[in-house]
């Protein structure tokens, strides 16, 4: 070792063979020599050099079992422009056995050129030639195949600071033909205008063109086809904004040949209103647009331009405490106005309308709602009406009320009405009800018109007066009335009813109870044609042991007793009975029965009939008015639809809008899943898997019916071993009772319990029993003493008094 120099050398022998490797390296490159004796790797030889400036590498290898490798790089310069450089790789692989690639730039005059090579053989390789000034530049490639022989590109620009105008022309060729040739100029001169040119001349002639105004507008123009006059397109696209103005206005125009097409929008807002207009134009024709208008009234206007028609959307909104709402549709404005609809809104504190108008079908359709709570006296107080044309009478209402008369919570008046007067609905119903301290009232009336427009009522009303101790029941229809008074006096008891119907001759019916004499007066007459023929059962305490009633009636003033009965207690313990009744009684109430239920029974049918009689033609005149008024409203929409219907028939045979393809291919695909249904069908038919489920089924079935035969033969056995267990059970109970029953001990006890039986009859208790029964007696006699001037008292009582008021209301 020497310095930076560095050498080594060593040898081995085993016998005559020997190995020797040798190393020497300098600063700048390193040798490595190895000799062996092994056959195939005899030798063995590695050179590497390197050094910086100029830069330069250097590796050989070369051995006795592999081909030699060769490499080789150079590179000077200290500048882009001055570089040389090159790079050579020498090897015995195929296609890589001298690769050659070299790099040489030079700058003379202000123009750079650059040159390179690469070869991967000696003949195969590229070649790129490219050169630079201030004003263009091109590229050269060569290659080796076909399609790309050689490749020219070229850029010439010119740009001038001072006028910002720039001129770019390019082009590019692939083996002697052309690729592209575009120029391009850009003209910045003017401060609010910038133009944009570019000329395509290969390999179509075309041309596009730009102008841009920084302020407002930008025009542009593209040629594809400069021989073609319609292969153009001329767009304009304009923008003003002038805030101070309040308006903003877009457009956009496009020229494409001889066809022109504009697209535009503005924005306008004087006066605290404010309009946006879109709109799509064709060859100076607007075809389709939107606008939209508001104001500062609350009224605002959408309207939509198509091709085939025109929609228009007005509405109008006005109010807080008193609003309204007005919405318009038109859907073919400009040719037909009565092609609308038109829905209305009105609200005010408690009153809600709604209206539709329906122009093309002739209606006018208007929902008014008012709902009143707690105002005064008034709970509630609604009504709807719907009116469905501009004849007032086709209205629908429905009212209802729900006052406090008094205001002290006393008094109430509720009331319900539907009228439709087309329809001769008219139904008013009305319902009070009252409490004071001294009365009670309620009253129900119910007022409806008929199809005849006759005017009938139902009513029912009821008053207690608590001061007269009266009760008044009235009822009131078409066919039938009744009223039933009902007054109780006392000092004696007294109660008077009085029954009324149909204004005949009324029936009274008188209850008299005089608690101080113990007497009991009934009366009544009992039959409405013959007034005179009363019923009377009186009855009292004829002393203090003895009570006598008799039951008799008057027949033309002549009197029939019908019953007599006497109870007299002679002694504690005789009570005196005498019953006397009139033979004929049994039969005579039979006979009077039988006549009072045959004049029912005619007078009921005969009130059915007639009540069903008018039900059946007061429903019948009510359906044929209705049918008539659905048939008169319905026409209109049916009328519309046919008309709807008849105009998709002309549009699917002319083919418009593609609506007769489309029902085509809906058949068509129908069709086709109709087909492929079928398909499967039959291939499931054919399936071997059905055939298997079939079998598998088939075989299931067979199994079924084995168990159940196996399952009625097990039940048979198990019901005969049941039946065995059974009767030897039974039998060994009966055995064991009997074992049971012959035992000495029950028999014993047998004997003894008939024993003290006959003990038990031979006692004397009759002295004891007649003990008992005068202690009864007595006690009867006491709580009769006791209970009598109480029971007195009792009725006498107020509150007693207005409880069998009550039990006869209910009663009756």
Same mark, same amino acid.
């Given at each position: 070792m020497e310095g930076d120099n560095f050498?080594?050398? *060593?040898?081995?022998? +085993? %016998?005559?063979?020997?190995? #020797?490797? #040798?190393?020497?390296? #300098?600063?700048?490159?390193?040798? +490595?020599?190895?000799?062996?004796?092994?056959? %195939?790797?005899?030798?063995t030889q590695i050179k590497a050099s390197a050094?910086?400036?100029?830069?330069?590498?250097?590796?050989? +290898?070369?051995?006795?079992?592999?081909? $030699?490798?060769?490499?080789d790089a150079r590179l000077t310069g200290q500048r882009f422009d001055e570089l040389d450089g090159s790079l050579t790789l020498k090897t015995g692989l195929y296609n890589l056995r001298n690769i050659r690639i070299s790099m040489k730039n030079d700058k003379n005059f202000g123009e750079l050129k650059s040159h390179v090579e690469g070869f991967w053989t000696d003949r195969n390789g590229i070649t790129i030639d490219a050169s630079l000034t201030k004003t $263009?530049?091109?590229? #050269?490639?060569?290659t080796p195949w076909e399609s790309l022989r050689t490749a020219n590109g070229y850029v010439k620009f010119d740009w001038s600071s001072k006028t910002n105008h720039l001129v770019v022309a390019t082009n590019m060729k692939i083996n002697k033909q052309t690729l592209y040739d575009v120029d391009f100029e850009m003209d910045a001169e003017k401060r609010k205008e910038i133009t944009l040119i570019i000329n395509v001349n290969e390999p179509r002639q075309m041309r596009f063109e730009l102008n841009k105004l920084l302020s407002s507008e930008t025009y542009m123009l593209v040629n594809w086809n400069k021989q073609d006059r319609d292969s153009s397109c001329r767009m304009d696209v304009k923008f003003n904004s002038d805030w101070s103005d309040k308006k903003q206005i877009a457009s956009y125009r496009g020229i494409c040949g001889s066809k022109s097409y504009s697209? *535009?929008?503005?924005?306008?807002?004087?006066?605290?209103?404010?309009? +946006?207009?879109?709109f799509i134009e064709k060859d100076d024709i607007r075809t389709h647009g939107i606008e939209t208008i508001h104001d500062k009234n609350g009224q605002a206007k959408y309207t939509l331009q198509l091709p085939s028609r025109t929609v228009v959307l007005s509405t109008v909104s006005s109010g807080y405490d008193k609003s309204s709402q007005i919405f318009d549709l038109s859907w073919d404005a400009e040719r037909d106005q009565n092609k609308r609809i038109v829905f209305k809104t009105r609200y005010y504190g408690d009153e809600l309308s709604l209206g539709l108008e329906m122009p093309s079908l002739g209606k006018d359709l208007q929902l008014d709602y008012k709902m009143l709570i707690g105002s005064g006296n008034v709970i509630y107080d609604g009504r709807t009406a719907f009116r469905y044309s501009k004849d007032s009478r086709k209205t629908f209402t429905l009212s209802s009320k729900l006052e406090d008369v008094s205001g002290r919570g006393e008094n109430y008046k509720f009331l319900l009405g539907i009228s439709h007067p087309y329809t001769t609905v008219d139904i008013q119903?009305?319902?009070?009800? *009252?409490?004071s301290n001294d009365k009670l009232s309620a009253d129900f009336d119910i007022q409806y018109l008929t199809a005849r427009r006759q005017t009938k009522n139902i009513a029912l009303i009821t008053e207690i007066d608590k001061l007269k101790r009266q009760l008044n029941i009235q009822v009131r229809s078409p066919i039938k009335t009744m009223k039933i008074d009902a007054r109780v006096e006392t000092s004696p008891f007294k109660l008077t009813i009085k029954n009324l119907y149909d204004d005949t001759k009324p029936i009274n019916t008188e209850l008299t109870v005089d608690p101080n004499d113990g007497s009991l007066d009934f009366n009544m007459n009992y039959d409405i044609k013959n007034p005179d023929k009363t019923l009377h059962v009186n009855a009292k305490f004829s002393d203090e042991k003895g009570i006598s009633a008799v039951l008799f009636r008057n027949v033309n003033q002549k009197k029939t007793v019908d019953s007599l009965l006497n109870l007299r207690l002679k002694s504690s313990k005789i009570l005196h009975t005498r019953v006397h009744w009139r033979p004929s009684i049994i039969s005579d109430l039979k006979a009077e029965l039988t006549k009072r239920i045959e004049e029912y029974g005619i007078r009921s049918a005969m009130a059915v009939e007639e009540s069903s009689d008018g039900i059946n033609k007061e429903i019948s005149y009510k359906r044929r008015l209705f049918q008539a008024a659905y048939t008169e409203e319905i026409k209109s929409y049916a009328d519309a639809i046919n008309d709807k219907l008849s105009e998709l028939r002309t549009l699917k045979a002319g083919n418009t809008f593609y609506l007769q393809d489309i029902c085509n291919s809906v058949d068509t695909t129908m069709n086709r899943i109709g087909e492929y249904a079928e398909d499967l069908n039959e291939a499931w038919r054919r399936c071997q898997v059905k055939h298997t489920i079939d079998e598998y089924m088939t075989s299931l079935e067979q199994l079924q019916k084995r168990l159940d035969a196996y399952s009625e033969d097990t039940y048979i056995n198990m019901g005969d071993q049941l039946n065995s267990i059974s009767t030897n059970s039974y039998q060994r109970l009966l055995d064991y009772r009997n074992s049971v029953g012959n035992h000495q001990t029950v028999v014993n006890l047998k004997s003894k319990y008939n024993s003290y039986m006959d003990q038990l009859k031979n006692m004397k208790l009759n002295e004891q029993w007649s003990n008992v029964a005068n202690q009864y007696t007595s006690s009867i006699y006491n709580i009769r003493e006791g209970y009598q001037p109480k029971t007195c008292k009792l009725v006498t009582n107020t509150n007693v008094q207005h409880g069998i008021i009550c039990i006869q209301i209910l009663g009756i």
């Open positions: 050498s080594l050398s *060593g040898n081995a022998a +085993i %016998g005559e063979k020997k190995i #020797t490797i #040798t190393m020497e390296k #300098t600063p700048s490159s390193i040798n +490595i020599n190895l000799d062996t004796p092994i056959k %195939g790797y005899e030798r050094s910086r400036k100029p830069y330069h590498a250097a590796l050989n +290898i070369q051995t006795s079992y592999l081909f $030699d490798i060769e490499f $263009d530049c091109s590229l #050269t490639v060569s697209i *535009g929008a503005s924005y306008l807002r004087p006066d605290e209103s404010s309009k +946006i207009v879109l119903t009305k319902a009070m009800f *009252g409490k």
